[in-house]
């Protein structure tokens, strides 16, 4: 594949993210033009295009993939969707980022990945705050042997007031599979096990609780503006996941979720490490810890320049990864596995009462 290629990219599902993410910087791409958008909401579907400029329009994902023939499709839908439209959108050629979660069961993710590897295309998770400045800067450290063996770490997304769209498919079981886990869940897990190098997960205990949401407290956030109460109070979701994974090797992951919570906002990723500790923070923080000339010190690093959102890193790491360049840094299938092999057995721990031996 060369790098002259021109890409031409669908997007299914026409919603929040779609609008105010994907289409957008697809479209700062170079030799990447978004050529058809999708929503069953056909009038939505056109108010989207005609904001962005996409010339063509569909309220269903088959004709569009059938007619169009996109090189790239975006999977951008309720949860429930991903498995078979991505599917879809591989069996008919295309290169698939899918948002997250990838999909609801680990089978159903690993089937999805086999999809893609027998038709020799790409599959990648739009799970992007790996490219926040503080995680990359993390990482460079990880990479120069900063934190020696990291042997625990703790990583947490707790919102003060943040169940998303309330009453709509996010509250809803049968649209979105879970809550919090599956929501946030698999972004908390990749900002920690991202700086860890991915080890395999052994053992998993978990518990989940829906706190909040059946009172119908602690609504704000990602999409509060257009998913109103008033469109319903459907809410048989989780809000909150707690965990602890062990990995081969002994490795311990602490891992906190939660919608909402009577504790102030925290979204932290701590590393431990023989030689080196850190507290990895929202987006302008991490603060390094060690021992240096037999004295505690903590240091801060100042962030280079980033090239962009962490979301347009991720769209143009998957762009230059169609391109040819293979160390472009994508999440991988053997990383989104673990993902939800984590979720898997977190959900499975918290209705089995018991911890999940893998
Ligand atoms: N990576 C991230 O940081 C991030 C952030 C937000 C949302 N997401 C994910 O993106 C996905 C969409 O979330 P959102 O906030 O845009 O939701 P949304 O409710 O704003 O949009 C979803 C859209 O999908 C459409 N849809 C439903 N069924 C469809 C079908 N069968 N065919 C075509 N379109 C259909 C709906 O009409 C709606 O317009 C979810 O999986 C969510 O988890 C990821």
């Given amino acids: 594949m060369s790098s002259s290629q021109a890409w031409r990219v669908a997007v299914i599902g026409a919603g929040t993210i779609s609008q105010r993410v994907h289409i957008p910087l697809f479209q700062k791409q170079p030799n990447t033009t978004v050529v058809a958008v999708c929503d069953v909401n056909a009038a939505r579907a056109q108010a989207v295009a ?25 999977v951008a839908a309720p949860n429930v969707f991903h498995k078979p439209m991505a599917t879809a959108a591989l069996e008919a050629g295309a290169h698939v980022l899918c948002e997250k979660p990838v999909a609801l069961t680990y089978s159903d993710a690993q089937a ?32 120069a042997g900063f934190f020696g063996r990291i042997y625990a770490a703790r990583t947490v997304w707790q919102r003060r007031n943040g169940i998303p769209g309330y009453g709509s498919w996010f509250t809803n079981r049968d649209l979105a599979g879970g809550g919090a886990l599956l929501d946030i869940g698999v972004h908390t897990l990749d900002r920690a096990l991202y700086i ?37 109070t459907r809410y048989d979701v989780d809000d909150l996941a707690w965990a602890q994974v062990l990995f081969e090797g002994g490795t311990v992951l602490q891992f906190q979720v939660a919608w909402a919570a009577n504790y102030p906002e925290n979204f932290v990723t701590e590393i431990f490490g023989t030689e080196g500790g850190a507290r990895i923070g929202g987006q302008d923080s991490v603060e390094l810890y060690s021992m240096l000339n037999g004295l505690e010190v903590k240091t801060e690093t100042q962030l280079p320049p980033q090239k962009g959102s962490s979301y347009e890193q991720l769209i ?25 092999k984590i979720v898997d057995a977190i959900t499975r721990s918290a209705s089995e009462g018991r911890e999940i031996v893998l």
Avoid: C
């Avoid at 005609?50 to 975006?74: F, K, M």
């Avoid at 990648?124 to 990880?142: D, E, L, N, S, W």
């Avoid at 860890?196 to 119908?216: D, H, I, L, T």
């Fill in 316 to 340: 143009g790491n998957f762009v230059s990864r169609l391109n040819g360049d293979t160390q472009a840094d994508i999440v991988t299938p053997e990383q989104a596995l673990v993902h939800v």
């Fill in 112 to 143: 999805m990945f086999a999809t893609a590897a027998a038709r020799q295309r790409v599959l990648t998770v739009g799970t992007h705050f790996r490219f926040t400045g503080p995680m990359q800067a993390a990482k460079a450290h990880a990479a």
């Fill in 50 to 74: 005609a904001e962005t400029g996409v010339a063509h329009v569909y309220s269903d994902y088959e004709t569009l993939l059938a007619e169009q023939q996109p090189d790239i499709a975006v």
């Fill in 196 to 232: 860890m190098n991915y080890p395999q997960p052994k053992r998993v205990s978990g518990v989940m609780g829906a706190e909040f949401g059946p009172r119908g407290r602690g609504l704000g956030g990602w999409g509060a503006d257009i998913h109103s109460p008033s469109s319903g």
